[in-house]
């Protein structure tokens, strides 16, 4: 197993991490299996997208909008009840298809993680690829 590390600067942002996944498939010297992505936080996920900065924008504003302001239970511990509810929501895991020593995504496909409650200085992806016969 691989952990990416990855630092955030916006409440909410997208941060591509696919380069860093093929880095995982490379040392992993694994030719065909999956390649299984896991967010070690509540307050962020994983997503596939495309890497296009307006289509990030408004990924970001659609995520600040998904819940409506409201009195969440949760926000009295830490006022971040929205960010918990929106990475229910969009999910923590991916499983990749390894194919040749290759992730098989599509060719407008990125892997991000998505910040839902930063700035924070240190989020974590636990990246694990697995090897299966073809």
Not at 70 to 94: E, K
Not at 95 to 112: A, E, K, N, Y
Request: charged share 15%.
């Amino acid at each position: 197993m691989k952990t990416i590390t990855v630092a955030s600067t916006q409440p909410t942002e997208l941060l591509d991490i696919t380069s860093n996944l093929h880095d995982a498939v490379a040392e992993a010297g694994i030719q065909e299996g999956v390649c299984s992505v896991f967010c070690l936080h509540t307050t962020s996920c994983i997503l596939v997208n495309e890497n296009e900065p307006g289509l990030k924008q408004d990924f970001e504003a659609v995520v600040r909008d998904l819940l409506p302001q409201a009195q969440y239970r949760h926000d009295c511990l830490d006022n971040n009840a929205r960010s918990h509810l929106t990475a229910g929501i969009v999910g923590c895991n991916l499983m990749i298809p390894v194919h040749q020593g290759r992730l098989v995504l599509g060719t407008w496909q990125s892997v991000f993680f998505v910040e839902l409650d930063g700035p924070r200085p240190r989020r974590s992806v636990a990246v694990q690829v697995i090897p299966c016969s073809a």
